[in-house]
């Protein structure tokens, strides 16, 4: 068939982040304010020696991601015309 012997007998390792998602989901439960790096200070606390971005990537997976907070309106002030550039400099001529 002209495939290589280790693709035959691959075997699949188990899983490693089964513990670790449970354990984010239960800590992002109880601080619902708090994103993935404040929850990759506290895993790092309990023990797990465990990447940032791993952190991350299984929380975007769970579907924790925080809401963006909204932004204050801005009062509508007076508008203002700004004078634009002259006519003969904006033809690409110097003036003298």
């Known amino acids: 068939m002209g495939l290589d012997r280790s693709t ?11 513990e670790l998602q449970q354990r ?3 800590l992002a439960e109880q ?5 993935y790096r404040r929850l990759h200070v506290l895993l790092c606390r309990e023990g797990h020696a ?17 809401r963006g907070r909204r932004r204050k309106k801005r009062h509508a002030g007076l508008r203002v015309v700004l004078p634009g550039p002259s006519v003969a400099n904006s033809a690409g001529r ?3």
């Open 8 to 18: 035959q007998r691959y075997q699949r390792r188990a899983d490693r982040n089964t």
């Open 50 to 66: 465990v990447n940032k971005k791993r952190v991350q990537r299984l929380y975007r997976q769970e579907g924790l991601s925080l």
């Open 24 to 26: 984010l989901r239960e």
């Open 94 to 96: 110097w003036t003298s």
């Open 31 to 35: 601080r619902r304010r708090f994103g």
